[in-house]
């Protein structure tokens, strides 16, 4: 399960505005931890038959596989295999960060918060690199600029 302001995170609840988050994975048996960003929905293209009888490429939307999601590090996903990943176990504390409104927004704040915690600097964290590429343009702003 998901954790949100230490509470668990009902996505049943949650405003639909929302398209990802950035998160915190932590072992609780080592303190080892991983930051990293996960969208709520993912967009495929499909090939669909066309009436005219040839084929054309339509976008599906469907959920990701965020409500089993454990990161994209090898190293932790290899030890949560090894461990199992039961949706109630207590080996890893799966936290949401932030709740974000744009993929603009989650790439941000996934760098941030890995800047923030040093996460390349430190032994207690799995992440081996921080990649980003953001427009402004991409980032929702309140009236505030913020």
């Known amino acids: 399960m998901w954790y949100h302001d230490f ?3 009902d996505p049943e609840t949650a405003p639909e505005e929302y ?3 950035v998160y915190r994975i932590q072992d609780l048996d080592t ?4 930051i990293g960003k996960k969208l709520f929905w993912s967009r495929r293209k499909t090939k669909v038959k066309a009436k005219s009888g040839g084929t054309k490429t ?8 965020w409500r089993k999601y454990y990161g994209s590090n090898k190293k932790l996903q290899e030890e949560v295999k090894e461990h199992g990943q039961d949706e109630n ?9 932030r709740l974000c409104k744009t993929k603009g927004e989650c790439s941000y704040y ?3 918060y890995q800047f923030d915690y040093d996460v390349l600097l430190r032994d207690d964290y ?4 921080i990649q980003c590429r953001i427009n402004a343009k991409h980032l ?7």
């Open 7 to 9: 509470k668990v995170y």
């Open 31 to 34: 303190n080892k931890k991983y």
């Open 19 to 21: 398209v990802g988050f």
């Open 110 to 112: 996934e760098a941030k």
């Open 126 to 129: 799995y992440n081996e690199f």
């Open 58 to 65: 339509k976008y599906v939307t469907k959920e990701s596989d």
């Open 140 to 146: 929702k702003r309140d009236e505030n600029g913020s």
């Open 89 to 97: 176990a207590t080996k890893y504390y799966r936290e949401i960060l």
